[in-house]
C-alpha cells in the first residue's frame, strides 16, 4: 500500500496534499501493461507520471541479432492490434534499401490487408474507449464487426492477430474471387453499420458531455510532442503519410485525411469513425482497380544489405510507424530503429492530464488510443 | 396460558415473517441476477447464460454457492473489524423495506403508519455500509469510491426525498397501503401532471441513489477498478451484490406503490392475494428500464452528476412539490 497521502510544499502557494494512486500495470483502462502514478486533489489529477517497460520484448536488439528475414515474425507482433503496417514498412524499407522491385498487384493486396487491418483496429479502439467511459455494450457490436475483419484476414494470411502476411517482394497469397466477394459483402455490412454506431454513441448525450471540450490538444502541443495518427488529426492538421508520402500503391488512390477542428476527445473519436469510412473506400477502389500479374518478385535466395543507412515511414492506424536502418554489408542489420507512435502519443498525457478531472483523464488517455506492447518493444 | 399461547403466535409470526422476506431477498436478488445476465446478453447480441439448467436458469444458484464455498481473501492491511462488518451492515437492512411493503391488500407484514418514512430511512443506511467499507478497506481505490458514493447518496436522497412528498400531500399520508388505496381509480402517473414529474425525478434520483450505470461512479471500474469492494471476495463480495439488487428492488417497489398504483390491476381470482402479481410485474417493468438503461449509457462524470442532482433535479422536484401543494390547497 505505502503512503497515501504526501505533500509537497510549492514555493508561494499553499501545501497540496495529494492522494497518490497507482493506474496500472494491472488496470482495466490501461489496456495492457502501463502503469501512471497519479497525484490526485479530491477528484483532479495533479500529476501524471507514466511508468513504461513492462512488456520489453527486445524487438529491436532482436533485429540486429539475426538476419532481417529471420525479423519478419517480430513485426507482426510489434502492435497487437494493427500489425500489418510494421510489417508493410520493414519490408518496404528492406525492398527501397535492396532495390528488389514489387509487382503492382503485391502492392495492391498490401494496401487492402493493411486497411483491413486499420478498421479492425479502429474498431477495437472505439469499443475500448466506450468501455473507459462506462458504456458497456457498445464493445460487443464493435467485436462483432471485428471478428468479420478478423475472419477475412485469417481466410487471407493464416493468424487471426499476428499476421505474418507479407513477403520480401510481395505477398504470401493471392486476393481470389473468394476472398475479393467476402471483403465486398463486408463493406456492404460495415457501411450500415455506421448508422447504427451514431445513434448508438455520436448522439448520445452522455457520450457528448464526457468527450466534448475534454483533452483538448492544441496544433502547437501536437506538434511539440511529434504526435501523429488519429491524434494529429484530431487537432486540425492533416498529416497522413499515405497523402504527404505516398508509399505502395496508395497513390493510385482517391481518399480524404478527415479532420477535427477542436483536438478534444469527440473530434479524435469523429477522426477515426471517418477514417474506417475513407479505409472502405480505398479498399473498394483497390478491389476494383486491382492489376492481374504476379504477387511476388522473383527474388534471390540470400539477400544481403548494402552498407549504408534508410528509413521508411507508412502511415499505422495509430500514427507514424518509422524503420530506421543502419545495415554494414551483412544480411544482420547493423541496427534497426523503430519509432512507435504510441511513445509520442503517450508523452502528450502528461501535460494534457494536469488539472483535469480523473474521469476526464482516463477519458483522455482511452482517446490516445495506446497499444503499449508497441511502445515498451 | 393464553399469553403464553399468544406469545408463542406472535413470536411464530414474527419468525414466520422474518424467514419469508430473508428468503424473498435472496430469491430475489437471484431472479434479479439472472434477468439482468440475460437481458444484457441480448442488448450485447448474445444469449447470457445457457450451460447451467435450462436457458441457464440454475447459473445464478451456481454462483451463489461458489460464492459462499470460496475463500474469504481478507488483506493484511484492512481496518480489522470493520472490514467484516461493512458487507452484513450493506446486506441486513436490505431486507427492511419489504416489511411495509404493500404487495396486496393482505400481503404486508407491517401496515405502519410512517412506512414511507420508514423504507427512506432504511434505504439511507447503505451509505454507511458502503463507506465504512471503502474506509476499512485501507485502499486507495475504495476510499475514492466510498468519498464518491457518500457524496453521490446525499445529493440524490434530497430529489427522491422531495418528489415521494409529492405524492404524499396528493393523499395525506406515509402509509404506503392507503397511497395505494387511493389509486383505485388511477394511478397517480395518470392522475396528477405533478406526480409525472415526481416519477421522472424519482426515477433518475433512484438509479442514482442505488449506484447503477449510468450512475455507479463508486464502482467505476475504467477508473477505480472495482471501487468501494476492491478488496472484498467471496461472499463479502456478495453480500453488496444482493443488497445492491435488493436495494434496486426497493426503489422500483417504492415506485410502482407510490406512482403506479400498486396492485391495482384487472381483477384475478382471490384477489386479495393473487393481486401482488400486478404488483410485481409493474416493479419488475421499471427493474427492466433500469437494465436497459445500465446496459446502453456510457457513464457520468462525477461533478456532471452531482450538477445534476443539485442545479436540475432538486429544483424542479422542490418547485413540483410547491405548485403540486398549490393546486391541492385551491
Known amino acids: ?377 | 396460558m393464553d399469553t403464553i399461547i399468544s406469545i408463542t403466535s406472535a413470536f411464530t409470526s414474527v419468525a414466520l415473517a422474518a424467514a419469508v422476506i430473508v428468503g424473498f431477498v435472496f430469491v430475489n436478488a437471484t431472479a434479479l441476477g439472472y434477468i439482468e445476465r440475460k437481458l444484457c446478453g441480448r442488448f450485447q447480441r448474445r444469449i447470457g447464460p445457457m450451460e447451467v439448467g435450462w436457458h441457464g436458469i440454475l447459473q445464478m444458484p451456481v454462483d451463489g454457492i461458489k460464492l459462499i464455498a470460496k475463500q474469504l481473501i481478507v488483506p493484511s492491511h484492512v481496518a480489522g473489524p470493520l472490514f467484516y462488518v461493512a458487507p452484513v451492515l450493506a446486506f441486513a437492512p436490505a431486507a427492511l423495506p419489504f416489511l411495509v411493503m404493500p404487495f396486496a391488500p393482505r400481503i404486508q407484514v407491517l401496515a405502519m403508519e410512517a412506512g414511507l418514512v420508514f423504507v427512506l430511512a432504511v434505504i439511507s443506511f447503505n451509505t454507511f455500509a458502503v463507506f465504512l467499507a471503502g474506509w476499512s478497506s485501507n485502499n486507495n481505490y475504495s476510499m475514492i469510491g466510498a468519498l464518491r458514493a457518500v457524496a453521490q447518496n446525499i445529493s440524490y436522497e434530497i430529489p427522491i426525498l422531495l418528489s415521494l412528498l409529492t405524492v404524499v400531500f396528493l393523499t395525506g399520508s406515509f402509509n404506503l397501503s392507503r397511497i395505494v388505496q387511493v389509486q383505485e381509480s388511477l394511478w397517480f402517473v395518470l392522475r396528477h401532471p405533478g406526480a409525472i414529474l415526481a416519477f421522472l425525478v424519482f426515477f433518475i434520483a433512484a438509479i442514482a441513489e442505488t449506484n447503477r450505470a449510468p450512475f455507479d461512479l463508486p464502482e467505476a471500474e475504467s477508473e477505480l477498478t472495482a471501487g468501494f469492494h476492491t478488496e472484498y471476495s467471496g461472499i463479502a463480495f456478495g453480500m453488496f451484490m444482493i443488497a445492491e439488487y435488493t436495494y434496486l428492488f426497493v426503489n422500483c417497489c417504492l415506485a410502482t406503490a407510490v406512482f403506479f398504483g400498486g396492485w391495482w390491476g384487472p381483477t384475478l381470482p382471490f384477489g386479495q392475494y393473487s393481486s401482488c402479481i400486478w404488483f410485481f410485474i409493474k416493479a419488475y417493468t421499471l427493474v427492466f428500464i433500469v437494465i436497459w438503461c445500465r446496459w446502453t449509457f456510457p457513464r457520468v462524470r462525477f461533478d456532471q452528476l452531482m450538477n445534476l442532482s443539485w442545479k436540475y433535479l432538486i429544483p424542479i422536484a422542490l418547485g413540483n412539490l410547491l405548485l403540486t401543494a398549490l393546486c391541492t390547497k385551491l
Open chain 1, 1 to 377: 500500500m505505502g503512503v497515501a497521502v504526501r505533500s509537497t510544499k510549492t514555493e508561494s502557494g499553499p501545501i497540496h496534499y495529494r492522494y497518490f494512486m497507482n493506474v496500472g500495470p494491472q488496470h482495466p483502462s490501461t489496456h495492457g501493461v502501463l502503469r501512471l502514478i497519479i497525484g490526485l486533489y479530491g477528484e483532479y489529477v495533479l500529476s501524471i507520471e507514466p511508468v513504461i517497460g513492462y512488456g520489453h520484448r527486445m524487438h529491436e536488439k532482436m533485429a540486429q541479432s539475426r538476419p532481417w528475414q529471420a525479423f519478419l515474425p517480430n513485426t507482426a507482433r510489434m502492435d497487437y492490434a494493427c500489425c500489418l503496417p510494421h510489417q508493410h514498412c520493414y519490408l518496404s524499407l528492406i525492398e527501397q534499401h535492396t532495390g528488389i522491385k514489387v509487382p503492382p498487384r503485391a502492392e495492391y493486396i498490401r494496401v487492402i490487408a493493411v486497411e483491413l487491418n486499420r478498421i479492425a483496429s479502429h474498431l477495437l479502439w472505439l469499443g475500448a474507449f466506450l468501455l473507459d467511459l462506462g458504456a458497456f455494450t457498445p464493445i460487443l457490436y464493435c467485436f462483432d464487426d471485428r471478428e468479420e475483419v478478423l475472419d477475412i484476414l485469417e481466410n487471407l494470411t493464416g493468424a487471426r492477430i499476428t499476421h505474418c502476411f507479407f513477403r520480401i517482394g510481395g505477398v504470401l497469397a493471392d486476393i481470389d474471387d473468394h476472398s475479393a466477394n467476402r471483403i465486398r459483402e463486408f463493406m456492404r455490412r460495415m457501411r450500415g453499420r455506421f448508422s447504427v454506431y451514431h445513434k448508438l454513441v455520436t448522439e448520445n448525450i452522455i457520450f457528448i458531455k464526457r468527450t466534448r471540450d475534454i483533452g483538448i490538444i492544441t496544433p502547437d502541443m501536437a506538434r511539440r510532442y511529434g504526435a501523429t495518427g488519429p491524434v494529429l488529426r484530431g487537432s486540425g492538421i492533416a498529416y497522413d503519410v499515405r497523402k504527404q508520402q505516398p508509399y505502395s500503391a496508395y497513390r493510385d488512390f482517391s481518399f480524404d485525411v478527415p479532420t477535427g477542428s477542436r483536438g478534444d476527445c469527440y473530434d479524435r473519436y469523429l477522426v477515426r469513425v471517418e477514417e474506417m469510412q475513407q479505409s472502405l473506400c480505398i479498399i473498394e477502389q483497390a478491389l476494383e482497380r486491382m492489376p492481374a500479374g504476379e504477387i511476388r518478385a522473383p527474388v534471390p535466395r540470400t539477400i544481403r544489405l548494402p552498407a549504408g543507412q534508410r528509413s521508411f515511414s507508412v502511415e499505422g492506424a495509430r500514427g507514424e510507424v518509422t524503420y530506421y536502418l543502419v545495415a554494414d554489408g551483412t544480411d544482420t542489420p547493423y541496427r534497426l530503429k523503430v519509432r512507435s507512435p504510441c511513445y509520442a502519443n503517450l508523452n502528450l498525457i502528461q501535460e494534457l492530464g494536469q488539472g483535469m478531472l480523473f474521469a476526464d483523464m482516463i477519458a483522455t488517455l482511452g482517446s490516445l488510443d495506446l497499444v503499449i506492447p508497441e511502445i515498451d518493444r
